[in-house]
């Protein structure tokens, strides 16, 4: 078999165009613009219109993702959509997708739930899946409507997160040395309960009184989250990086997970590097779980901050706790 290097061929993203600012939270709830950004360095994040679901926004950054590529929705045969904000428990968000875009019915489809990692799941799974010849063309999605689970009255939760989706179209080359180097995943499944939606699955069906209670809204230990996402972030880095033999200085630019600037910072100190290595738009989008690092991807391409022969370290975790890393050559 010939060598078969999978790499990205276009991206595309979408933001509602509803800006909450902090100024806008700091009606809601006891907060201030001064005291969230200085915790997380967010100023606003974008919020879907009511009748915008997770497939809508899915929708544009994908049309924008299969322009950039020059792949007609026709050659897709593979779609995944990294979501925890699904427009249905049933069926997949992908299908619904699939349809608006006109993509072939002989296309296997399906969602993925690795939350904030969801993209880097997902990038191992459909490059995977190119790789084994039996796929050519991917679509992979990373989309989120998470105010529709955000606890607006929670002010220890609500500053954090945005809607918004990223897409990439991913294919095969037969030129070595470019596309995915590698990943590095995994999940620490015994802290379950630090970043969770309690309610409305079969452990806790939705009920008038789970209703009531809000169980139907992310709930969070913000500072233990912190903490262990700074830890798993740093080894996901440290552990591709030496498994590919790879210095931190030889990463053009790290496209990390957009939770909080503060854990943005503490991995750029852990590896050496300036913060102007690492893209940062969570200024601007709070964090949008799946959907983060594709947008800041396609931010980033379109910057120009991303050039030929260029490696791009991409760093998540997220809920399960889940993380991932990815490396990149273009
Ligand atoms: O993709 C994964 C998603 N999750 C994350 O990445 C979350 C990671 N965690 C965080 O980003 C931070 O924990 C937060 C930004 C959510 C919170 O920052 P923190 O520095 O960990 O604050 P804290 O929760 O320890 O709260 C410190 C104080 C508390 O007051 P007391 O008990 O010290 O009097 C809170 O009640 O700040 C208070 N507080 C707020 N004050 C003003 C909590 N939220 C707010 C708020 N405005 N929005």
Redesign the pocket.
Not at 61 to 79: F, W, Y
Not at 95 to 119: E, R, V, W
Not at 181 to 186: A, K
Not at 233 to 259: F, Y
């Given at each position: 078999m010939s060598h078969r290097s999978t790499v990205i061929l276009g991206t595309g993203s979408y933001a509602p165009k509803r800006v909450l600012t902090n100024e806008d939270?700091s009606r809601m709830?006891?907060?201030?613009d001064e005291?969230?950004r200085a915790?997380?360095g967010i100023r606003e994040r974008r919020i879907a219109a009511a009748e915008e679901a997770t497939s809508d926004l899915a929708f544009h950054a994908a049309q924008r993702a299969l322009k950039d590529a020059g792949v007609a929705a026709s050659e897709i045969d593979l779609v995944v959509v990294a979501t925890v904000t699904p427009d249905y428990p049933m069926p997949s968000t992908a299908c619904i997708l699939q349809h608006k875009l006109g993509i072939p019915t002989t296309a296997a489809c399906f969602d993925l739930n690795a939350?904030?990692s969801g993209f880097i799941y997902g990038l191992d799974t459909a490059c995977a899946l190119l790789a084994s010849g039996r796929y050519k063309k991917a679509l992979l999605i990373g989309a989120e409507k998470l105010s529709c689970i955000v606890d607006w009255s929670d002010?220890?939760?609500?500053?954090?997160f945005g809607d918004g989706a990223g897409a990439a179209v991913i294919g095969v080359s037969d030129r070595p040395g470019v596309g995915l180097i590698g990943t590095r995943l995994g999940a620490l499944g015994e802290d379950t309960d630090l970043?969770l939606v309690p309610g409305g699955g079969s452990r806790a069906p939705a009920t008038a009184d789970s209703f009531k209670k809000g169980d139907h809204f992310i709930k969070?230990k913000?500072?233990e989250?912190?903490k262990l996402?700074v830890r798993v972030m740093e080894e996901a880095a440290r552990d591709i990086l030496e498994q590919h033999h790879l210095d931190a200085h030889q990463i053009g630019l790290v496209i990390p997970?957009q939770?909080?600037l503060?854990?943005i910072d503490a991995i750029a100190k852990y590896l050496e590097l300036p913060i102007e290595r690492f893209f940062v738009n969570v200024d601007r989008y709070g964090?949008t779980?799946s959907a983060s690092i594709p947008i800041a991807l396609d931010e980033a391409r379109q910057a120009g901050r991303i050039r030929r022969g260029d490696v791009t370290l991409l760093v998540a975790?997220?809920?399960g706790l889940t993380y991932g890393s990815a490396l990149i050559r273009w």
């Amino acid at each position: 078999m010939s060598h078969r290097s999978t790499v990205i061929l276009g991206t595309g993203s979408y933001a509602p165009k509803r800006v909450l600012t902090n100024e806008d939270l700091s009606r809601m709830v006891d907060t201030s613009d001064e005291w969230i950004r200085a915790r997380s360095g967010i100023r606003e994040r974008r919020i879907a219109a009511a009748e915008e679901a997770t497939s809508d926004l899915a929708f544009h950054a994908a049309q924008r993702a299969l322009k950039d590529a020059g792949v007609a929705a026709s050659e897709i045969d593979l779609v995944v959509v990294a979501t925890v904000t699904p427009d249905y428990p049933m069926p997949s968000t992908a299908c619904i997708l699939q349809h608006k875009l006109g993509i072939p019915t002989t296309a296997a489809c399906f969602d993925l739930n690795a939350a904030c990692s969801g993209f880097i799941y997902g990038l191992d799974t459909a490059c995977a899946l190119l790789a084994s010849g039996r796929y050519k063309k991917a679509l992979l999605i990373g989309a989120e409507k998470l105010s529709c689970i955000v606890d607006w009255s929670d002010r220890g939760t609500c500053l954090l997160f945005g809607d918004g989706a990223g897409a990439a179209v991913i294919g095969v080359s037969d030129r070595p040395g470019v596309g995915l180097i590698g990943t590095r995943l995994g999940a620490l499944g015994e802290d379950t309960d630090l970043l969770l939606v309690p309610g409305g699955g079969s452990r806790a069906p939705a009920t008038a009184d789970s209703f009531k209670k809000g169980d139907h809204f992310i709930k969070m230990k913000g500072k233990e989250v912190f903490k262990l996402a700074v830890r798993v972030m740093e080894e996901a880095a440290r552990d591709i990086l030496e498994q590919h033999h790879l210095d931190a200085h030889q990463i053009g630019l790290v496209i990390p997970h957009q939770a909080n600037l503060r854990i943005i910072d503490a991995i750029a100190k852990y590896l050496e590097l300036p913060i102007e290595r690492f893209f940062v738009n969570v200024d601007r989008y709070g964090n949008t779980s799946s959907a983060s690092i594709p947008i800041a991807l396609d931010e980033a391409r379109q910057a120009g901050r991303i050039r030929r022969g260029d490696v791009t370290l991409l760093v998540a975790f997220g809920a399960g706790l889940t993380y991932g890393s990815a490396l990149i050559r273009w």
